[in-house]
């Protein structure tokens, strides 16, 4: 891809530098660069933390408070069994086949086990070794450019136009200042609606020239398209031979990273690609129409677990990249999401694979070197719970990180007048009768906000619903500022008709 780059180029800076983050988000430290010798010592520290990365023999057997007809996961430890025991209590509530959950410590994956089915209506035991189709290859790409920072062949404040030229977007925001934090902090990039078919990457971005960025960069939590692949841009042109270098050998992941490759790859969503293919991308993803399916790679919890053992590991020199950086303060109660069902090609009566659409949450605490991360095979259930309810078992508190903003004391709080900087849509939200609130979407009459059931999007912070013209169900989706006060709204469903934000007005 002639638009990936192993060295930086010389363009020049341009402008002044991104708006300083809020007190308490603490930016990761830079490191001056070295040279790229320095790739095998994290390599090195890399392999030494998975070589102690073991999981205790004791997890085997089945829950004595569980189903002992369809799996379940006995642990010797009681503060894991408590968390089984509220991970097939949550399951159970929501619905969800089966589940699986992982805890790493001081750089080792301490505990792991599972609880209920691969399938619903029928015993299909889920266990540590079970795959679950997620989207967690972003987490290895990530990783892979966390290291590469360490190496110091990379900066998080390296602007993503210094290594891909071809990378911009139409006002009113510089995408010019996109830097590699923001895009592994998922806080710029190209919204989830917006792709066209395309010959390559350079085409690709050639090709949303025109699409607009939906908010300052840096300066709100947005889901969107590529950013994971952005901040890649860093590993150079060779992306997996320094993927594999970084982290899949150090890890001994070769079985989750092949089968990211086996499963097509979703390169829009940052997942690593394997093989030769990577300096020529397949030809559906140079093609990347937009209703090409998802498709997710297999990922086991004890995969997934060997991944973020290290990360976890408050001495390792990635978790300033890594627990800051993929996983801020501001976002450390959110979750993961897997779209779609599990498309079949596996026959899941002969393979230990997780036969639904996925969703997992991972909840790193740096300073207790803390991880947890829980798989479940359906996409309607909460898997954030379960990890906050680790986080509250093992280390006495219900919050990941303590820094995270204050909630409004009221829905006062988020009382106000919301605009589309780019011109679209106006949102006026006001005080209701009996204490409540009610939304006006561009002029409409108001109608009452009612709180909506949090689902497995547990990174969706506080959800509202009201009712549209044709009787449709909308969603406010809200970000708040460090005091609290709502700073922006968006009046679409989740993707992939996620609109642009509406920021509160003057």
Same mark, same amino acid.
């Given at each position: 891809?002639?638009?990936?780059?192993?060295?930086?180029?010389?363009?020049?800076? $341009?402008?002044?530098? &991104?708006?300083?983050?809020?007190?308490?988000?603490?930016?990761?430290?830079?490191?001056?660069?070295?040279?790229?010798?320095? #790739?095998?010592?994290?390599?090195?520290?890399?392999?030494?933390?998975?070589?102690?990365?073991?999981?205790?023999?004791?997890?085997?057997?089945?829950?004595?408070?569980?189903?002992?007809?369809?799996?379940?996961? =006995?642990?010797?430890?009681?503060?894991?069994?408590?968390?089984?025991?509220?991970? $097939?209590?949550?399951?159970?509530?929501?619905?969800?086949?089966?589940?699986?959950?992982?805890?790493?410590?001081?750089?080792?994956?301490?505990?792991?086990?599972?609880?209920?089915?691969?399938?619903?209506?029928?015993?299909?035991?889920? /266990?540590?070794?079970?795959?679950?189709?997620?989207?967690?290859?972003?987490?290895?790409?990530?990783?892979?450019?966390?290291?590469?920072?360490?190496?110091?062949?990379?900066?998080?404040?390296?602007?993503?136009?210094?290594?891909?030229?071809?990378? &911009?977007?139409?006002?009113?925001?510089?995408?010019?200042?996109?830097?590699?934090?923001?895009?592994?902090?998922?806080?710029?990039?190209?919204?989830?609606?917006?792709? +066209?078919?395309?010959?390559?990457?350079?085409?690709?971005?050639?090709?949303?020239?025109?699409?607009?960025?939906?908010?300052?960069?840096?300066?709100?939590?947005?889901?969107?398209?590529?950013? /994971?692949?952005? !901040?890649? /841009?860093?590993?150079?042109?060779?992306?997996?031979?320094?993927? +594999?270098?970084?982290?899949?050998?150090?890890?001994?992941?070769?079985?989750?990273?092949?089968?990211?490759? !086996?499963?097509?790859?979703?390169?829009?969503?940052?997942?690593?690609?394997?093989?030769?293919?990577?300096?020529?991308?397949?030809?559906?993803?140079?093609?990347?129409? @937009?209703?090409? @399916?998802?498709?997710?790679?297999?990922?086991?919890?004890?995969?997934?677990?060997?991944?973020?053992?290290?990360?976890?590991?408050?001495?390792? @020199?990635? #978790?300033?990249?890594?627990?800051? &950086?993929?996983?801020?303060?501001? +976002?450390?109660?959110?979750?993961?999401?897997?779209?779609?069902?599990?498309?079949?090609?596996?026959?899941?009566?002969?393979?230990?694979?997780? !036969?639904?659409?996925?969703?997992?949450?991972?909840?790193?605490?740096?300073?207790?070197?803390?991880?947890?991360?829980?798989?479940?095979?359906?996409?309607?259930?909460?898997?954030?719970?379960?990890?906050?309810?680790?986080?509250?078992?093992?280390?006495? =508190?219900?919050?990941?990180?303590?820094? #995270?903003?204050?909630? @409004?004391?009221?829905?006062?709080?988020?009382?106000?007048?919301?605009?589309?900087?780019?011109?679209?849509?106006?949102?006026?939200?006001?005080?209701? &009768?009996?204490?409540?609130? #009610?939304?006006?979407?561009?002029?409409?009459?108001?109608?009452?906000?009612?709180?909506?059931?949090?689902?497995?999007?547990?990174?969706? +912070?506080?959800?509202?619903?009201? =009712?549209?013209?044709?009787?449709?169900?909308? $969603?406010?989706?809200?970000?708040?500022?460090?005091?609290?006060?709502?700073?922006?709204?968006?009046?679409?469903?989740?993707?992939?008709?996620?609109?642009?934000?509406?920021?509160?007005?003057?």
């Amino acid at each position: 891809m002639a638009g990936l780059r192993a060295a930086r180029l010389p363009v020049p800076r $341009r402008g002044p530098r &991104a708006p300083a983050r809020p007190a308490w988000h603490r930016r990761p430290v830079r490191r001056d660069r070295g040279p790229a010798r320095a #790739t095998g010592a994290v390599a090195a520290l890399l392999a030494a933390a998975a070589a102690c990365s073991g999981v205790p023999r004791d997890l085997s057997g089945v829950d004595a408070g569980g189903d002992a007809a369809c799996g379940g996961t =006995r642990a010797a430890d009681p503060a894991f069994a408590a968390v089984l025991a509220f991970a $097939r209590a949550s399951i159970e509530a929501s619905r969800v086949p089966g589940a699986a959950i992982a805890i790493a410590r001081d750089g080792a994956v301490a505990h792991a086990g599972a609880v209920g089915s691969r399938e619903a209506g029928r015993c299909s035991p889920v /266990t540590v070794d079970t795959r679950f189709d997620t989207a967690f290859s972003r987490h290895v790409t990530a990783a892979a450019v966390a290291a590469a920072v360490a190496a110091g062949d990379a900066a998080y404040d390296d602007r993503i136009a210094d290594w891909m030229p071809a990378f &911009a977007a139409a006002g009113p925001y510089d995408s010019g200042e996109v830097t590699v934090d923001h895009a592994l902090l998922n806080t710029a990039g190209y919204s989830l609606n917006h792709t +066209r078919a395309c010959d390559d990457l350079d085409a690709f971005f050639a090709a949303h020239r025109e699409v607009p960025l939906w908010s300052p960069p840096g300066r709100i939590h947005l889901e969107l398209l590529l950013h /994971t692949t952005l !901040a890649a /841009t860093a590993l150079g042109s060779d992306l997996h031979a320094r993927v +594999r270098a970084l982290v899949v050998d150090p890890l001994g992941l070769d079985a989750t990273y092949d089968r990211v490759a !086996a499963a097509k790859g979703d390169f829009a969503f940052g997942h690593v690609l394997a093989g030769d293919e990577v300096r020529t991308l397949p030809a559906e993803l140079r093609a990347c129409p @937009p209703s090409e @399916p998802y498709r997710a790679p297999l990922v086991s919890i004890l995969d997934a677990a060997r991944l973020l053992a290290p990360l976890a590991d408050g001495d390792h @020199p990635l #978790t300033d990249g890594v627990a800051d &950086a993929f996983y801020p303060p501001e +976002r450390a109660t959110r979750g993961g999401f897997v779209r779609g069902p599990f498309d079949g090609e596996v026959d899941v009566a002969s393979a230990d694979v997780a !036969a639904f659409g996925s969703a997992y949450a991972v909840r790193i605490v740096p300073h207790d070197r803390f991880a947890v991360v829980v798989f479940e095979n359906a996409s309607y259930g909460d898997p954030g719970a379960i990890a906050d309810e680790a986080i509250r078992v093992f280390l006495g =508190r219900r919050r990941a990180v303590d820094a #995270t903003p204050p909630a @409004p004391a009221d829905p006062a709080a988020l009382v106000g007048r919301y605009r589309d900087p780019l011109g679209g849509a106006e949102i006026v939200i006001a005080a209701g &009768a009996g204490g409540g609130l #009610t939304a006006s979407l561009d002029g409409a009459p108001p109608v009452p906000l009612v709180p909506a059931r949090r689902d497995g999007q547990s990174f969706v +912070r506080d959800l509202f619903e009201f =009712r549209r013209a044709g009787n449709r169900i909308e $969603r406010v989706r809200i970000w708040r500022d460090p005091d609290g006060r709502a700073e922006a709204i968006s009046q679409s469903p989740y993707p992939p008709s996620l609109g642009p934000p509406l920021f509160r007005a003057p």
